[in-house]
Structures are given as structure tokens and as C-alpha cells.
T-cell receptor, first 110, second 112 residues
Framework: KQEVTQIPAALSVPEGENLVLNCSFTDSAIYNLQWFRQDPGKGLTSLLLIQSSQREQTSGRLNASLDKSSGRSTLYIAASQPGDSATYLCAVPNFNKFYFGSGTKLNVKP | NAGVTQTPKFQVLKTGQSMTLQCAQDMNHEYMSWYRQDPGMGLRLIHYSVGAGITDQGEVPNGYNVSRSTTEDFPLRLLSAAPSQTSVYFC???????????FGEGSWLTVV
């Protein structure tokens, strides 16, 4: 069974900092990885999807990288803003099942 | 452009009662799934479907039933509610397991 781990569980940073969130997975035979954002009391919103053939995917201030061989993905957030405060989750598929990490709760202080 | 719609948003049940959580999507997605989210445990897959008439179990299927009679709808049935089923339930859909996943807003269920 695929195990997905996200470290740290929580992170508090001042506004303007660049930061990195980590996601690791045990089975490297994945064909993609997705990063999501979850606001309190809301569903998950997909931020980035990286196919296994890609190493990076960018959207605005977000950049996600994928290293299948080491079982790791990182989500880089540039110039963080208070509006980035949310929980960030990663997910990997295994055939028709998705496995999620427990998330990193980010607080960006004004 | 509704996306994935879940109802109800909040529900309180008594132990032993049954109920159905509704999920509908208007994106013509073949893949639909149900998750529960509990503190410290992340999202866990309950059941999923790869198309109308096809369903399969996820990680935590006990106590839940699903059916998929149409592409649009994927209801989740709690057969006999137990306090351990108190959770937030999310429905999700995508074209396939290799594509972007879209989530509903969630259904908060409390079993007393």
C-alpha cells in the first residue's frame, strides 16, 4: 500500500518569505502527483498536477517538483501572502485509488 | 458551472439510522469517489467508480454502500450509522485517475 507523508505538519512564516512544503511517498511507481489546497470548512482545490514524465510544474507563484526515484515532491511558494494560509495536501494514484498525505497547515503572518 | 455538488452539507444522525449522501457532477467525468476526512488521518478512500455500473472498494468501505446508475450521480449510503462514522465526507470526480481531481464542498456528519 502506498504511504504518503507530509512534513512539516504545520508551518508559520512572515509574509514575503519563500517556502517549501514536502511530500514523500513509498511506492515510486506513480504516473502523476497532485497538490491541493484546502481552506477551513471547504473542499480541496487542485493546484498543480505533475505527470511522471515531468520534473516540474509551475502556476503563478507556485512551483512543484517531482523526483520519482527518491519518492519526493516539493511545493515551492514564492513571496508568500496571508491569502496563502491554508492546508496543502499532496496525493498520488495507485491504479484507481488515490492516497493523500495528512497535509501541511500553513499560516502566513502579515 | 456547478462542478461537484454534495448534499446535505450538515447532518446529525442517531446511532442505527440510515441515510444517503448525494453527489452529482456535471463535467461528464467517468471517475467518481468518496472520501472521509478525520483529524490527523488525512483523506481515506471509501468507495470509487470508474464508470456507470462499476464500483469498487477503497481503504475503509465497511458500513457504506454505493451505486452508480448514471455518469452524473454517485450516492453514498450509510446502512446503520455508528459514532465512528462521525466525519467530514468528500465526493470527488475526474476524467480518469490520471487527471485533475475536483472535490465537492463536503458533508459534515455527526452520529450521536
Amino acid at each position: 500500500k502506498q504511504e504518503v507523508t507530509q512534513i512539516p505538519a504545520a508551518l508559520s512564516v512572515p509574509e514575503g518569505e519563500n517556502l517549501v512544503l514536502n511530500c514523500s511517498f513509498t511506492d515510486s511507481a506513480i504516473y502523476n502527483l497532485q497538490w491541493f489546497r484546502q481552506d477551513p470548512g471547504k473542499g480541496l482545490t487542485s493546484l498543480l498536477l505533475i505527470q511522471s514524465s515531468q520534473r516540474e510544474q509551475t502556476s503563478g507563484r507556485l512551483n512543484a517538483s517531482l523526483d520519482k526515484s527518491s519518492g519526493r515532491s516539493t511545493l515551492y511558494i514564492a513571496a508568500s501572502q496571508p491569502g496563502d494560509s491554508a492546508t496543502y495536501l499532496c496525493a498520488v494514484p495507485n491504479f484507481n485509488k488515490f492516497y493523500f498525505g495528512s497535509g501541511t497547515k500553513l499560516n502566513v503572518k502579515p | 458551472n456547478a462542478g461537484v455538488t454534495q448534499t446535505p452539507k450538515f447532518q446529525v444522525l442517531k446511532t442505527g439510522q440510515s441515510m444517503t449522501l448525494q453527489c452529482a457532477q456535471d463535467m461528464n467525468h467517468e471517475y467518481m469517489s468518496w472520501y472521509r476526512q478525520d483529524p490527523g488521518m488525512g483523506l481515506r478512500l471509501i468507495h470509487y467508480s470508474v464508470g456507470a455500473g462499476i464500483t469498487d472498494q477503497g481503504e475503509v468501505p465497511n458500513g457504506y454502500n454505493v451505486s452508480r446508475s448514471t455518469t452524473e450521480d454517485f450516492p453514498l449510503r450509510l446502512l446503520s450509522a455508528a459514532p465512528s462514522q462521525t466525519s467530514v465526507y468528500f465526493c470527488a470526480s475526474s476524467f480518469s485517475s490520471g487527471n485533475t481531481i475536483y472535490f465537492g464542498e463536503g458533508s459534515w456528519l455527526t452520529v450521536v
